[in-house]
């Protein structure tokens, strides 16, 4: 067996689907969203190029709590879009 104990310390990225010059954009097609990893990682990404995130879900999906307060804590660079999405 590989030792692989070195990779505990190597930072995990995330990529948005989609970039511009002043957004991250960020499609999620669930019912459900949590406040994940890749969701924290843009954000700080964005406040620190001065970007704004945009997340896209559908306007069924609910949303966990701590993804809610997370929207809230940064409303000035997260922008949350609802889209009816057309499955067929």
Request: proline share 5%; charged share 25%.
């Amino acid at each position: 067996m590989p030792d692989i104990s070195h990779l505990a310390h190597i930072a995990r990225g995330a990529m948005p689907d989609r970039e511009t010059q002043t957004e991250l954009i960020l499609i999620k097609l669930v019912s459900f969203l949590r406040l994940t990893y890749q969701i924290r990682l843009l954000t700080y990404r964005a406040a620190k190029e001065k970007k704004n995130l945009i997340l896209v879900i559908p306007t069924a999906c609910t949303m966990s709590g701590p993804l809610i307060e997370h929207i809230i804590k940064h409303r000035k660079i997260f922008k949350l879009v609802r889209k009816e999405w057309d499955y067929t």
